[in-house]
């Protein structure tokens, strides 16, 4: 299959997350391939933060897939009226969907936002752009949120419970490694858009040269561990283990 086709078949959903999209390593595979490569592609239990987080994105870059989120008037996931509803499917709570409409609405109300969100001209800013290349000896793939061609730059947008600790928190959730791999894939500097959950204060961080340098390191042992544990055949897994000086 041509470079073509196989970006435009990732362009759908199921075969991005599915099984056509598996056979490439991606950046929410580096916690498992870091802390536990055995685990890699074993199903992730979904969390509220995810969904509110997919809501975000799609109210913004998706807007006509909001139907497919099955949102509950309910005050909690506790409630008896939340799990007769939901039938153990995680869904939104209605008050969950006002607090991001109203996320959506200060984002697009910003003006530096808009404008790197918004096409002004034909193409010039496009949604949902998957690719593909080979980074450190592996076959890899993402999909940007926004790509601002006038810019250059890629936009990828977060929500977070704290705007203060988002600088400090980066690292902890591999944003250093996306921006590394996006960064290869696309040819773009990255910025993230991030807003405040809880205050709707606005954050936008671009990447020093020490962050793509965190995020490539951490590229280069993940794409060591999948080698060592999902592609030497002589590897006896139960006898590896990890040997550092304290």
Known sequence: MKKEEIIEKLRIDEHYYGEFGQQYLSNSNIQTLLKNP??????????????????????????????????????????????????????????????????????????????????????????EEPAIAEISGQMWKGKADILNHEEKLIVDLKTTSDLSRFRWNAKKYNYDSQAYIYRKLFGYEMIFMAIDKKTSQIGLFDCSPDFYESGKQKVEKACEMYELFHENDNFEPKQYFINETL
Do not use: W
């Open 38 to 127: 055995l685990d890699l592609h074993k199903p992730m239990r979904s969390n509220p933060n995810f969904i509110v987080g997919g809501y975000f994105h799609t109210a913004i870059l998706e807007p006509d897939k909001i139907k497919n989120f099955k949102i509950i008037e309910s005050s909690s996931r506790n409630t008896k009226v939340y799990k007769e509803i939901s039938g153990g499917e995680l869904c939104l709570l209605q008050h969950e969907v006002d607090m991001i409409e109203a996320l959506v609405h200060k984002v697009m109300d910003n003006n530096v936002c808009r404008g790197l969100i918004v096409p002004v001209e034909n193409n010039n800013v496009t949604y």
